[in-house]
């Protein structure tokens, strides 16, 4: 065996860390399809909310029965449970509790929004939310190349 074909073969070691790799990729591709469960909803709107130690502001360009997004450049931490106001124009705003669930960064590492799930809505809070996204057009779930 050659010089460059010694160095170009890959070993059993490095082929089954290939195919471990491979199989992560994949796990966690799954992971994402499943945690999208629900349709987004194109609205913009203003977010404030109230965490553990923070007061934060921040505004939205789409949410969901599951959620929604706050782009803000301090956002609570993960896990912490804040109550937020989802408000719409100058008249409507959903009160209502979520969990910080993942924060979305720059490529420099800074935080540029948070996801946070909804909790425990109340009956008229799941109504105003619906009504809400009702009057919204629905994100495209695929997009022209």
Same mark, same amino acid.
């Given at each position: 065996?050659?010089? !460059? ?14 195919? /471990? ?13 499943? #945690? ?8 913009? !709107?203003? !977010?404030?909310?109230?965490? &553990? ?20 450049? %301090? ?15 100058? /008249? ?21 929004? %948070?996801? !946070?799930? #909804? ?19 629905? &994100?495209?779930?695929?997009? /022209?190349?």
């Amino acid at each position: 065996m050659g010089a !460059v074909e010694q160095f170009s073969a890959v070993s059993p070691a490095e082929a089954a860390e290939m195919r /471990d790799a491979e199989a992560a990729e994949a796990a966690r591709i799954e992971e994402a399809i499943a #945690f999208r469960r629900t349709t987004r909803h194109e609205l913009e !709107v203003a !977010v404030s909310g109230v965490g &553990e130690d923070n007061f934060f502001m921040g505004f939205s360009e789409n949410l969901s029965d599951g959620g929604v997004f706050v782009a803000t450049m %301090c956002p609570p931490e993960v896990g912490v449970t804040v109550d937020l106001a989802v408000t719409v124009g100058q /008249d409507q705003s959903l009160f209502v509790r979520g969990e910080v669930r993942w924060h979305r960064t720059n490529d420099a590492g800074e935080p540029t929004g %948070c996801g !946070v799930q #909804f909790h425990s809505m109340s009956p008229e809070q799941e109504r105003l939310l619906t009504s809400l996204m009702n009057r919204t057009e629905k &994100e495209p779930l695929f997009y /022209d190349a």
